[in-house]
């Protein structure tokens, strides 16, 4: 089993930053991807960003070039720098990860983009 936690929610302006981090513990033997959930109220969760082991990312087409994801595999951790926020990203910040085939999710971080 792999736990998952995640980190930097928090209430922000419009125009400003946030950085989430994730970290796995627990059954780690060969994380494949990991990424970035998110779902507002009354939504479906939706992909935000992924990742890949060797670092090939996609991203949700409302967040690129505004997200960055990133990973660091010796420490099983996984980023999403998220710049220029707007108020309709506003939303519960899930973290995932896969490994072989079984997928893990974590607790969830809000983030609030509001003047």
């Known amino acids: 089993q792999v736990q998952l936690v995640e980190s930097g929610g928090g209430l922000v302006q419009p125009g400003g930053s946030l950085r989430l981090s994730c970290a796995a513990s627990?059954?780690?033997?060969?994380?494949?991807?990991m990424g970035w959930f998110r779902q507002a109220p009354g939504k479906q969760r939706e992909l935000v960003a992924r990742i890949t082991k060797s670092g090939s990312t996609n991203y949700a087409d409302s967040v690129k070039g505004r997200f960055t994801i990133s990973r660091d595999n010796a420490k099983n951790s996984v980023y999403l720098q998220m710049n220029s926020l707007k108020p309709e990203d506003t939303a519960v910040y899930y973290c995932?990860?896969?490994?072989?085939?079984?997928?893990?999710w974590g607790q969830g971080t809000q983030v609030t983009v509001s003047s």
């Open positions: 627990g059954s780690i033997f060969n994380l494949d991807r």
């Open positions: 995932n990860a896969d490994q072989w085939g079984r997928s893990s």
